[in-house]
């Protein structure tokens, strides 16, 4: 008996030093311990390149143009007492709003036409529609620069034909601003096309054939039907859109600068145009800090339906 | 409600023809069940009832009117579907006043046909669920009570009680049955399940690589099938056939299963085979029931043979018991406290009233 006592101490004393590793083993293997590590490099991007910007660009909101002096919230006001701002603010929500809605239609209408069409000739439809999201919009909307201009352009040529034009494509206000939504919409339909397209794929035949012998027409079918199933994808990809349509930069940075006269500006241009340009960052930083609130309030409303629907679902 | 008629038709897809001239005469108020295999053309001939399939030739008419090119919101006929097809996003009353809704009802009118069918299917507590709120069961009675509502022409079921387990089937298939007895509305069911087809038909209609092969009531498909494919299509287990040919021996039509096994017609019988080419490669056709243990005293028309058992399958009630005539494989049953054990030797009786004999080459039933 006394023998066994021994080795069993022997064996515990051996074992401890073992427990201790296996301690820390088994919190490195825990799941979460795992996914925290498995993210970390998004983590620290996202700290890098989010975080440390946003914030840093908040305190250099406050200083002065010579950056030497904190001047609190002096260049807010000052902003606000500009005629310039509040345009920005308006072509912003003009330009984002109009393009949003374009795009969300014209990919929902497409996303009908592309679905009915059998199997691998869709593939290459999808294909073919996709070409304009995929090409670096810096790249096409150089092309894009090339339509548009006033003398040589292939649109002002072809409307010449009907006795047309030559329009001011970037020259006048309004051309201007329908020129940069043009080319927005065409550069951002794909995008809703190609999620709304997913979308129609995972609503059932079945309900469609119910809805046709419950008495559905067409466009019964759309609205009770294929909108319903469909609302939270709508409400995702537009919010999403609204986003990346809202702080667009390129497009109007390549076709107008901003002009003529600062009437196509948007936040991120003209953020651009005041801090870099005119070297005034801190005005700069406190021109793009103003995007945020607007588009906060928008995620809060849309995602808060998303998540109530979800519930119910 | 309305009768229904189908005359000669065809459905082709590309060059497979999945329906290959169908006619069919339903009458008012009749419970008709199309029972077949898969891909034998049964759910493609409800969809092209329903509107949901182009035919590709010959005429469908529903209360006399041929309805051909008529889109199925103007058939005035209801569908519940194999996977009840419910709309996700409506509650269960909003689900079965859709239709209704759709053609501007009184809401008045809506809700009292909505509270009659959710009393009729027994649904009134759940009415202002969301679909995912329910159990298989439920959303089936759900797509049932949205049939209901619109007091169609036609109800068309494809395949409705494939998703359940089983035992809610049985109940379910119960359920059918009350229903079309309360409601009395023309119906009719696919199903690939021959005992639901059974259990639920006035009459059935077993389809076959796009044809029809039988129509007729349940007992009528059960003793007199018209063909091969009938015969063992309905009943389970399935209907025996033995290889085997007639001989005269001293007087008498004999039918010979194997060269030890060789059994006289009854009279009736040998009347009617008769006439039949002594030549002729036929098949005996035998239901299990009626191949059962030997008693002491034979009916007419029983003979006895010894066998030994492969496989016996005590059901309780039963035993089904599996031996080889000749290397066919065929199927008795018997009592339960007959002995029958696996490798046994036991005497069997064949009960020859009741036997079927088809010609091997084309299927046909003597």
């Given at each position: 008996m006394a023998d066994v006592v021994v080795e069993q101490g022997r064996l515990a004393r051996v074992a401890s030093p073992h427990r201790k590793g296996a301690n820390l083993r088994n919190v490195l293997g825990r799941k979460s311990t795992v996914a925290f590590f498995l993210t970390l490099p998004l983590i620290l991007l996202i700290f890098l390149l989010v975080l440390y910007p946003a914030f840093y660009s908040l305190y250099l909101a406050t200083l002065n143009k010579a950056m030497t002096k904190f001047v609190g919230l002096g260049n807010f006001t000052f902003l606000f007492k500009r005629e310039t701002f509040w345009m920005v603010v308006k072509q912003s929500c003009i330009f984002a709003v109009t393009a949003v809605i374009f795009k969300a239609l014209i990919g929902f209408i497409v996303a009908h036409f592309v679905h009915n069409i059998p199997g691998k000739k869709q593939r290459k439809w999808r294909g073919m529609l996709l070409v304009p999201w995929v090409i670096p919009p810096a790249m096409s909307t150089l092309a894009w620069l090339w339509l548009f201009d006033?003398?040589?352009s292939a649109f002002n040529y072809t409307l010449s034909f009907f006795g047309?034009?030559?329009?001011p494509w970037l020259g006048n206000t309004f051309w201007a601003r329908f020129s940069i939504i043009l080319v927005n919409v065409w550069y951002g339909a794909p995008f809703f096309l190609i999620m709304y397209l997913a979308a129609l794929k995972s609503v059932p035949d079945q309900l469609y054939e119910a809805a046709a012998i419950d008495g559905a027409n067409w466009w019964q079918r759309i609205w009770f039907i294929t909108l319903p199933m469909m609302r939270n994808i709508i409400a995702i990809t537009t919010l999403f859109s609204l986003i990346v349509t809202f702080a667009n930069f390129d497009i109007v940075r390549i076709l107008?600068?901003?002009?003529?006269?600062?009437?196509?500006?948007?936040f991120a241009t003209w953020a651009f145009q005041v801090g870099i340009q005119s070297s005034d960052i801190p005005l700069g930083a406190c021109v793009s800090l103003f995007m945020v609130p607007i588009l906060a309030v928008a995620a809060i409303f849309i995602l808060r339906d998303v998540s109530k629907r979800g519930n119910e679902a | 409600m309305a009768d229904v008629a189908l005359r000669k038709v065809i459905k082709r897809y590309d060059d497979v023809e999945a329906v290959r001239g169908i006619d069919l005469d339903i009458s008012d108020h009749e419970f008709i069940v199309l029972v077949g295999p898969?891909?034998?053309g049964k759910s493609t001939t409800l969809r092209m009832i329903a509107g949901l399939e182009d035919i590709t030739g010959g005429d469908i008419m529903i209360g006399g009117d041929v309805?051909?090119?008529?889109?199925p919101k103007d058939r005035d006929i209801a569908m519940v579907f194999q996977n009840y097809a419910?709309?996700?996003?409506?509650t269960v009353a909003e689900n079965m006043s859709f239709g209704l809704r759709l053609k501007h009802y009184p809401k008045a009118e809506i809700k009292a046909r909505v509270t009659e069918a959710a009393r009729l299917l027994d649904i009134t507590d759940l009415i202002?669920?969301?679909?995912?709120?329910?159990?298989g069961g439920q959303r089936q009675r759900v797509a049932m009570g949205r049939a209901i509502v619109r007091n169609p022409k036609v109800f068309l079921f494809d395949?409705?009680?494939?998703?359940?387990d089983a035992k809610l089937r049985v109940q379910m298939r119960i359920e059918i049955k009350k229903v079309h007895q309360k409601v009395r509305t023309t119906t009719v069911y696919v199903t690939h399940d021959q005992v639901e087809a059974m259990t639920l038909a006035d009459r059935v209609v077993v389809m076959n690589k796009g044809r029809i092969e039988q129509i007729g009531t349940p007992n009528e498909l059960y003793?007199?099938?018209?063909t091969r494919f009938v015969a063992g299509f309905i009943g389970s287990p399935a209907m025996n056939f033995i290889p085997c040919r007639l001989e005269d021996a001293a007087g008498t039509l004999r039918i010979r299963l194997s060269d030890r096994i060789a059994f006289p017609l009854p009279p009736a019988r040998a009347a009617r085979?008769?006439?039949?080419?002594?030549?002729d490669k036929l098949l005996l056709g035998i239901r299990?029931?009626?191949?059962?243990e030997a008693h002491a005293h034979l009916e007419p028309g029983e003979e006895t043979f010894d066998t030994v058992l492969d496989v016996t399958e005590p059901m309780g009630m039963e035993t089904l018991v599996y031996f080889a005539l000749d290397g066919t494989p065929v199927c008795g049953r018997v009592d339960p406290?007959?002995?029958?054990?696996?490798?046994a030797p036991m005497r069997l009786a064949m009960d020859l009233n009741n036997m079927h004999l088809l010609n091997e080459e084309t299927g046909a039933v003597l």
């Open positions: 006033p003398s040589y047309v034009g030559p329009i107008t600068s901003g002009g003529p006269l600062d009437t196509t500006h948007l | 898969s891909g034998c309805v051909n090119d008529v889109p419910l709309y996700p996003h409506m202002d669920r969301k679909p995912k709120q329910l159990s395949e409705p009680l494939s998703n359940l003793h007199k099938p018209a085979y008769g006439a039949l080419p002594r030549t299990p029931e009626h191949l059962t406290n007959a002995g029958a054990a696996d490798g």
